[in-house]
């Protein structure tokens, strides 16, 4: 909502700028001596010609570089202020009220946008997770040595945040990723390695090692995204290139692919937007029981 509403600002920004450009049209075909007084007030707004058409192309910029947007901005600012200083035509009483509207809205833009927190809070716990073999358990089969893990990712504020870009690391085997989260997100499949035998076996449906992603297109204001992540710890499997007997594969209740179970350690790196400023969080989480 913010968004569209930043989006609004600059388009009115845009339309002040036809305005303007059509007074500096009406004002170089006139006399400044024959002006009359609205005449003069007209002239007057060509200031915001050059200054509105900036802040309109940082609208356009800003949803692609925030940086690029931001210096436009103050670029905006900078040359409004030396517009109003040399425009000796209109009152000093109207020039101070000017200079105070541009400082007030360059001010409210840096409190509020620029420089304004946007957090987010990441929390995390861990279950042994003992649950019976072959349960259903958030659309995973539950298998021996398997443990379960959850993370969460809050917007604690009153702003919504876009483009919620969440990867972790976990010093275990992935099993899968699924969302106990009723908010639409998805994970993106990436530079993931499974485990494989000495014979070169890949163990496809055993889990993955590396860094994992989830994307969100919406973050709301206090809402949370919760993960529920089943992990294994392989170990043993790794360190000794174990081979399963014949007729065994790598979800056998034998539990001769997970070793014991363990409490991971996680990594969270989380990249969001808010109002178009990009702010990025990374934190070790440090896994309840």
Same mark, same amino acid.
Request: glycine share 6%; charged share 20%; hydrophobic share 45%.
């Given at each position: 909502?913010?968004?569209?509403?930043?989006?609004?600002?600059?388009?009115?920004?845009?339309?002040?700028?036809?305005? /303007?450009?059509?007074?500096?049209?009406?004002?170089?075909? @006139?006399?400044?001596?024959?002006?009359?007084?609205?005449?003069?007030?007209?002239?007057?707004?060509?200031?915001?010609?050059?200054?509105?058409? +900036?802040? /309109?192309?940082?609208?356009?910029?800003?949803?692609?570089?925030?940086?690029?947007?931001?210096?436009? !901005?103050?670029?905006?600012?900078?040359?409004? +202020?030396?517009? !109003?200083?040399?425009? $000796?035509?209109?009152?000093?009483? #109207?020039?101070?009220?000017?200079?105070?509207?541009?400082?007030?809205?360059?001010?409210?833009? @840096?409190?509020?946008?620029?420089?304004?927190?946007? =957090?987010?809070?990441?929390?995390?716990?861990?279950?042994?997770?003992?649950?019976?073999?072959?349960?259903?358990?958030? $659309?995973?089969?539950?298998?021996?040595?398997?443990?379960?893990?959850?993370?969460?990712? $809050?917007?604690?504020?009153? $702003?919504?945040?876009?483009?919620?870009? !969440?990867?972790?690391?976990?010093?275990?085997?992935?099993?899968?990723?699924?969302?106990?989260?009723?908010?639409?997100?998805?994970?993106?499949?990436?530079?993931? @390695? =499974?485990?494989?035998?000495?014979?070169?076996?890949? #163990?496809?449906?055993?889990?993955? @090692?590396?860094?994992?992603?989830?994307?969100?297109?919406?973050?709301?204001?206090?809402?949370?995204?919760?993960?529920?992540?089943?992990?294994?710890?392989?170990?043993?499997?790794?360190?000794?290139?174990?081979?399963?007997?014949?007729?065994?594969?790598?979800?056998? /209740?034998?539990?001769?692919? #997970?070793?014991?179970?363990?409490?991971?350690?996680?990594?969270?790196?989380?990249?969001?937007?808010?109002?178009?400023? =990009?702010?990025?969080?990374?934190?070790?989480?440090?896994?309840?029981?």
């Amino acid at each position: 909502m913010e968004d569209c509403a930043l989006r609004w600002v600059f388009v009115t920004l845009a339309i002040c700028n036809f305005l /303007a450009q059509d007074s500096i049209l009406f004002s170089s075909k @006139t006399d400044r001596k024959k002006q009359t007084g609205q005449e003069r007030r007209w002239s007057y707004i060509r200031s915001l010609g050059l200054v509105s058409l +900036l802040l /309109a192309i940082a609208g356009i910029v800003m949803p692609f570089s925030f940086t690029g947007a931001v210096i436009v !901005i103050y670029a905006a600012y900078a040359i409004g +202020l030396a517009l !109003i200083y040399f425009q $000796r035509t209109v009152p000093l009483v #109207f020039r101070v009220i000017a200079t105070l509207a541009f400082t007030g809205g360059i001010g409210v833009f @840096t409190c509020l946008v620029v420089v304004y927190d946007n =957090p987010v809070e990441v929390s995390g716990s861990w279950y042994v997770a003992n649950y019976a073999l072959g349960a259903a358990v958030n $659309r995973f089969k539950w298998q021996e040595g398997m443990s379960e893990s959850r993370l969460n990712i $809050r917007n604690p504020s009153y $702003r919504d945040y876009s483009d919620v870009d !969440i990867h972790f690391l976990t010093s275990d085997f992935v099993v899968g990723i699924s969302q106990t989260s009723g908010l639409p997100c998805r994970e993106i499949e990436e530079d993931v @390695t =499974p485990p494989r035998d000495t014979l070169g076996t890949i #163990f496809h449906s055993m889990g993955r @090692t590396g860094s994992r992603r989830v994307w969100c297109d919406k973050l709301p204001a206090k809402s949370t995204v919760q993960l529920f992540i089943p992990v294994g710890n392989v170990d043993e499997f790794v360190k000794n290139h174990f081979v399963p007997p014949a007729g065994k594969n790598a979800h056998s /209740a034998s539990g001769m692919i #997970f070793g014991e179970k363990r409490k991971p350690v996680v990594e969270v790196h989380v990249y969001y937007k808010a109002l178009f400023k =990009p702010s990025l969080k990374i934190e070790l989480v440090r896994l309840s029981e």
